[in-house]
């Protein structure tokens, strides 16, 4: 009995989300992602179907303008910092997003080649956005995909 409850436990802290997870801030976030970047950017797309669209289908299947919000999260993650300290990695991965927004540049890429060779660099946003939104929307980005490491897609780095 009692190793059966260790195993419940041990599998529901695989996927429970950390305590610097707030509900509150992250629909905003999504919110305000929705407003401000969903034009360009779709936010959540399953990983084998950006696969095939960006490898075997050029681009075709999907048509995207841009690359996926889960694609930014798994990328924003895996590339910034480390994810040894959250509260720490998010202001590393804040300042990432907030630094592109303002000054794109696709040298500074952290998408993969095989998904960013299908886009013009993204215009930037100065001027259009503030410093606390991009917050909020760093904030929904962080925790939308592939925490935990759950995403077995992004584990091999085929495209
Ligand atoms: C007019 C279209 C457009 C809008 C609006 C837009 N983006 Fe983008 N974004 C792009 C394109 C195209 C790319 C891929 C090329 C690139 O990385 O510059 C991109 C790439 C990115 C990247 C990844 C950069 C990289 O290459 O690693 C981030 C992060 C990003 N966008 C965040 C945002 C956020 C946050 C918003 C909303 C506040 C937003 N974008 C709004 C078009 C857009």
Redesign the pocket.
């Known amino acids: 009995m009692k190793i059966l409850f260790l195993i419940i436990l041990l599998i529901s802290s695989l996927f429970a989300l950390p305590e610097e997870f707030d509900k509150e801030r992250y629909e905003n976030g999504e919110k305000?992602?929705e407003n401000?970047?969903s034009?360009?950017?779709v936010k959540s797309m399953p990983i084998p179907l950006l696969m095939k669209n960006f490898i075997e289908e050029d681009n075709k299947l999907l048509n995207l303008?841009?690359?996926t919000g889960n694609e930014?999260s798994f990328?924003?993650k895996q590339q910034i910092g480390s994810k040894d300290d959250i509260e720490f990695h998010l202001m590393e991965t804040t300042d990432?997003?907030k630094d592109?927004?303002n000054n794109?540049?696709?040298a500074?890429?952290?998408?993969l080649p095989g998904v960013?060779r299908h886009?013009?660099?993204?215009?930037s946003?100065k001027g259009k956005?503030s410093e606390e939104?991009?917050e909020e929307?760093?904030f929904f980005?962080y925790f939308l995909e592939g925490f935990n490491g759950v995403n077995k897609y992004y584990e091999k780095d085929e495209f």
């Open positions: 305000i992602f401000k970047c034009q360009c950017h303008k841009a690359p930014i990328r924003l990432f997003v592109y927004i794109p540049d696709k500074k890429t952290i998408c960013i886009f013009d660099t993204m215009p946003m956005i939104e991009v929307i760093t980005l």
